[in-house]
T-cell receptor, first 113, second 113 residues
């Protein structure tokens, strides 16, 4: 596609429920990144994919968080047993090469009530 | 440890005045350097980037930045600010592919009439 697409744009969920966030990167972008942005905070790195493998998942905050990427394209970030502190904007980005920079999606705003 | 620092959390400038946003980094080698802008409710947009060559780089919307190795800085400048420049600005630093970009906590720019 023309840009990075994320869905849903907004998600309100009850504490303890599982949620899935989707990212559709730019076609041909082999690298895909997930970041989290909390209110008033910068971007917190979560996980990085090169193709379908995740060389760096060091930013995942707990084992409730997982992500996968299939076909070198779409990625899904799953949060199990959501907690209120998971409330944030989850941003996805893709790139061809690091030095070219990333193209970001508009994000998914997750609210856990 | 690698780090990115944006010393100013908030900056207020008058429309038409010049602007400089600071970014300092700590990296082992010459990194890739980026500035992104995030308007309210929007995703991040790449303003400019540096990875080699001329240390003064030009970006979109009239912005420029200068890489100063001796000061480990990559400050963003604009000669005359417009009201539409009010936004959050993020500096990001990276190394070779294999690791995700490290973002600063951002500087919020307010433009007054």
């Amino acid at each position: 596609g023309a840009g990075v697409s994320q869905s849903p744009s907004n998600k309100v969920t009850e504490k303890g429920k599982d949620v899935e966030l989707r990212c559709d990167p730019i076609s041909g972008h082999t690298a895909l990144y997930w970041y989290r942005q909390s209110l008033g905070q910068g971007l917190e790195f979560l996980i990085y994919f090169q193709g379908n493998s995740a060389p760096d998942k060091s930013g995942l905050p707990s084992d409730r968080f997982s992500a996968e990427r299939t076909g070198g394209s779409v990625s899904t970030l799953t949060i199990q047993r959501t907690q209120q502190e998971d409330s944030a904007v989850y941003l996805c980005a893709s790139s061809v090469r690091q030095e070219y920079g990333y193209t970001f999606g508009s994000g998914t705003r997750l609210t856990v009530v | 440890a690698q780090s990115v620092t944006q010393p100013d959390i908030h900056i207020t400038v008058s429309e038409g005045a010049s602007l400089e946003l600071r970014c300092n980094y700590s990296y082992g080698a010459t990194p890739y350097l980026f500035w992104y802008v995030q308007s309210p409710g929007q995703g991040l947009q790449l303003l400019l980037k540096y990875f080699s060559g001329d240390t003064l780089v030009q970006g979109i919307k009239g912005f420029e930045a200068e890489f100063k190795r001796s000061q480990s800085s990559f400050n963003l400048r604009k000669p005359s600010v417009h009201w539409s420049d009010a936004a959050e600005y993020f500096c990001a630093v990276g190394a070779n592919s294999g690791y995700a970009l490290n973002f600063g906590k951002g500087t919020s720019l307010l433009v007054t009439p």
